[in-house]
């Protein structure tokens, strides 16, 4: 039995110790923000935030958030209220398809904690999600918005 905090609510997730965290989150709790990308923790598509520092969840064994503090997608708004990450992201129409956007926020939303206002530099050596639709430069300027904000 995993026991943890996800999203402000305790939960116990009844899996395997060694099952990656991002399919508990799926699959028993039924969160489906957190998306499956690459499966060895390199897309960044299952970004997660763990007592507040990005992890990709894909490769985490459940076992290791055991007491911990899970953040999700559906967790990072305050309510109805978006965070000023969400905000820029559609002024800046980040999205094309949109599938690696959650991983992506929760990384942006981490480094911004860490350093608020990023410089190009620090925004190249944090925020390593991949996006296959290219939108790179769109993301680069949301962030420098959001920094701002």
């Not at 026991?3 to 305790?10: D, E, I, Q, S, V």
């Not at 290791?64 to 990450?85: N, P, R, S, Y």
């Amino acid at each position: 039995m995993a026991r943890f905090t996800l999203n402000g609510k305790a939960v116990q997730i009844d899996v395997d110790p060694e099952t990656p965290l991002l399919w508990a989150i799926r699959e028993q709790v039924g969160l489906t923000g957190t998306k499956y990308g690459c499966g060895v923790g390199q897309c960044g598509s299952c970004t997660v935030h763990i007592d507040g520092v990005e992890t990709r969840s894909c490769i985490l064994p459940v076992s290791a958030v055991e007491g911990k503090k899970v953040t999700t997608i559906e967790g990072l708004a305050d309510k109805d209220m978006l965070t000023k990450v969400q905000k820029a992201w559609i002024e800046h129409d980040v999205p094309q398809c949109g599938y690696c956007q959650p991983g992506m926020i929760m990384a942006v939303s981490a480094l911004l904690k860490k350093k608020p206002k990023p410089t190009d530099a620090d925004i190249d050596a944090a925020i390593t999600n991949i996006c296959r639709c290219g939108t790179f430069q769109q993301v680069r300027a949301a962030i420098h918005t959001a920094a701002k904000a």
